[in-house]
């Protein structure tokens, strides 16, 4: 099982409203990440967590809330986001890189097309 | 800090004609190489990836890439091209790892692909 899964694969939501991504891998990696990509363009990283603890912020606005609860989820709780944050949210993991010299790739989910209006 | 540069926001090719995507990058250090490609309205899908070896690395869907270390050039190359290879190509380098052993993905800017029946 090489997946990474996603849902919901479409959300539109109000600027007053909550609501939250979700992400899951059964690969048994240890690292997770959130990116943001905005049309035509790569994506940009916003989280990482390694082991659960989240061990990069990419300087992210506080209206957007991860969460680590276990080792095969994580989740992006959204709060009075603005209409610019409109965007493919991807979810990606990899596996722990431990040894100098050891290989790993990310593997991505199929995106959250998420609509702020 | 590591960074990769695609020169090209669009590459033109008649199916089957071989195709060349282009890839430079800058990192210190030895450098962990990503390709991946992304259809519309989805996620990313790995290709292939060079981490050391034979700089000629064969990947998925008869992709294969060269890494040059005297250009520093990593570009991604098919002998012959189907019109379903249309599609966005991001090339991608591994950041400085951490302690924790979680890196970030440095994504170049994305070349489309359009290949002509």
């Known amino acids: 099982d090489t997946e990474v899964t996603q849902t919901p694969k479409h959300l539109v939501m109000g600027m007053t409203n909550k609501k939250s991504l979700k992400c899951e891998q059964h690969?048994?990696?240890?690292?997770m990440y959130w990116y943001k990509q905005k049309a035509k363009k790569p994506p940009e990283l916003m989280f990482v967590?390694?082991?659960?603890?989240?061990?990069i912020n990419e300087s992210v606005p506080s209206r957007f809330s991860p969460e680590c609860p276990n080792s095969s989820l994580l989740n992006l709780h959204l709060h009075a986001l603005q209409p610019e944050d409109s965007a493919l949210y991807l979810c990606?993991?990899?596996?722990?890189?431990?040894?100098?010299?050891?290989?790993?790739?990310?593997?991505f989910g199929q995106g959250t097309r998420l609509t702020v209006v | 800090a590591q960074s990769v540069a695609q020169p090209e926001d669009q590459v033109n090719v008649a199916e089957g004609n071989p195709l060349t995507v282009k890839c430079t990058y800058s990192?210190?250090?030895?450098?962990?190489l990503f390709w991946y490609v992304q259809y519309p309205n989805r996620g990313l899908q790995f290709l292939l990836k060079?981490?050391?070896?034979?700089?000629l690395v064969k990947g998925s869907y008869g992709f294969e890439a060269e890494f040059n270390k005297s250009q520093t050039s990593f570009h991604l190359k098919k002998p012959s091209a189907l019109v379903s290879d249309s599609a966005l190509y991001f090339c991608?380098?591994?950041?400085?790892?951490?302690?924790?052993?979680?890196?970030?993905?440095?994504f170049g800017s994305g070349t489309r692909l359009l290949v002509r029946p």
């Open positions: 990606a993991s990899s596996q722990e890189v431990l040894l100098q010299g050891a290989n790993t790739e990310a593997f």
């Open positions: 690969m048994g990696h240890r690292a």
């Open positions: 967590y390694s082991y659960e603890k989240l061990s």
């Open positions: 990192v210190s250090g030895n450098p962990y």
């Open positions: 060079y981490i050391t070896g034979d700089n």
């Open positions: 991608a380098v591994r950041d400085i790892l951490r302690v924790d052993s979680s890196y970030k993905l440095i």
